[in-house]
C-alpha cells in the first residue's frame, strides 16, 4: 500500500470529513445521515492512511515523486 495521496489532499480531506460528519450527527436524518456519515468516515480514513485505493485504481498520485 504505497501512499498516494499529498498534504494538500490530506488537508481538504480531513476538512470534507468533519463537514460531512457534522452533517450526519446534527444537519440530517434517515438515510441521508448515514449516507454523509459513511462518506466522512471513508474520507477520515483515507485521510490518516494517506492512501486512497480509487486513486490507485486509476493510477492517480497527488503526493509526487517519491525516493
Known amino acids: 500500500m504505497t501512499p498516494n495521496?499529498?498534504?494538500t489532499e490530506r488537508l481538504?480531506?480531513?476538512v470534507l470529513?468533519?463537514?460531512?460528519l457534522l452533517i450526519a450527527f446534527f444537519?440530517?436524518?434517515?438515510?441521508?445521515?448515514?449516507?454523509?456519515g459513511i462518506l466522512g468516515v471513508a474520507l477520515l480514513v483515507t485521510a490518516?492512511?494517506?492512501?486512497?485505493?480509487?486513486?490507485?485504481?486509476l493510477k492517480i498520485n497527488t503526493r509526487g515523486k517519491t525516493t
Not at 17 to 20: D, I, R, S, T, W
Open 27 to 36: 444537519g440530517s436524518s434517515g438515510g441521508w445521515a448515514w449516507f454523509f
Open 5 to 7: 495521496i499529498g498534504s
Open 48 to 57: 490518516t492512511l494517506s492512501f486512497c485505493p480509487l486513486w490507485s485504481v
Open 17 to 20: 470529513a468533519v463537514v460531512f
Open 12 to 14: 481538504v480531506r480531513y
